[in-house]
């Protein structure tokens, strides 16, 4: 063999070499860097205000961005899970504002179908001091009319009553200053009236039964109401009675 055929020789062998040295590489480092490890899904805001994910994993990307984006828009038809999956945590309930917190308590106490109060007062012509106890029943054949029975005491110098009352109350659509409810209403009355005086050797007593008829007016905000009352035909009865009264439950 010549010397310049054995240079070309050498020189093939050595390109030979140098080409298989890559394989060999990839060959003793085995397939595990060739391995593909997929990356986490890529979040950002646009320009609306709606989250966008960007799963790289995933090989129809411009689906995959539109699918995204109609998770992150209110109102969208796709399922919560579908929004779950790319790590979005469902957002919990606030507690309500204090404001429905009380109108809901306001609402279950007008909706209560029994309740009990008292109230007191004074009773004129004649003058008596009076407190009383009273139910409310309803609402009954319309959601502003409740059934009222109760009963009132009253003492005074010369006079002392003990009276039943079955009265019914209305409530009023209008709000006085935007806070008290008026109402009225009327019912029969049972009046026990003792009367009794006596001076020295004299004295004097009498007891009366008397049916009468009451009418009413008032108001009332939250719990607390006032009334003004008239008795008809119940002579010796107050004439006119104020209370000031207060719904424990």
């Known amino acids: 063999m010549s010397k310049a055929r ?18 060999g590489a990839l060959a003793q480092d085995g397939s595990s860097d060739l391995s593909f490890q997929p990356a986490p899904p890529i979040t950002f805001t646009s320009p609306s205000g709606a989250q966008v994910y960007i799963n790289p994993a995933v090989e129809n990307s411009d689906t ?13 038809a796709f ?33 209560r179908r029994w309740n ?17 106890l009273q139910s409310q029943m ?8 409740i059934l ?9 110098e010369l006079t002392d009553m003990f009276s039943l009352n079955i009265e019914g109350a209305y409530w009023l659509r209008t709000q006085i200053h935007g806070q008290w409810t008026p109402y009225f209403g009327m019912g029969p009355s049972l009046n026990f009236i003792h009367q009794g005086a006596s001076s020295g ?21 939250g719990k607390m109401f006032v009334e003004m009352k008239t008795s008809l035909w119940s002579d010796p009865a107050p004439v006119l009675r104020l209370f000031v009264g207060y719904n424990f439950f």
Do not use: H, W
């Open 6 to 23: 054995s240079s070309y020789f050498y020189a093939l062998v050595i390109l030979l070499a140098i080409a298989c040295l890559p394989v």
């Open 64 to 76: 995959q961005v539109a699918e995204n984006v109609a998770l992150s828009m209110p109102g969208s």
């Open 79 to 111: 399922p919560d899970s579908s929004a779950l999956s790319y790590g979005q945590q469902k957002p919990q309930a606030a507690p309500p504002p204090p404001q429905v917190t009380k109108v809901t308590r306001q609402i279950r106490q007008k909706v």
């Open 116 to 132: 009990i109060g008292g109230r007191i007062g004074a009773g004129f012509s004649p003058e008596l001091f009076m407190f009383g």
């Open 138 to 145: 309803g609402p009954i054949f319309s959601p502003r009319f």
């Open 148 to 156: 009222r029975p109760g009963a009132d005491f009253g003492f005074g």
């Open 201 to 221: 050797d004299t004295s004097f007593s009498d007891f009366t039964y008397k049916t009468g008829f009451n009418v009413f007016l008032g108001a009332q905000k």
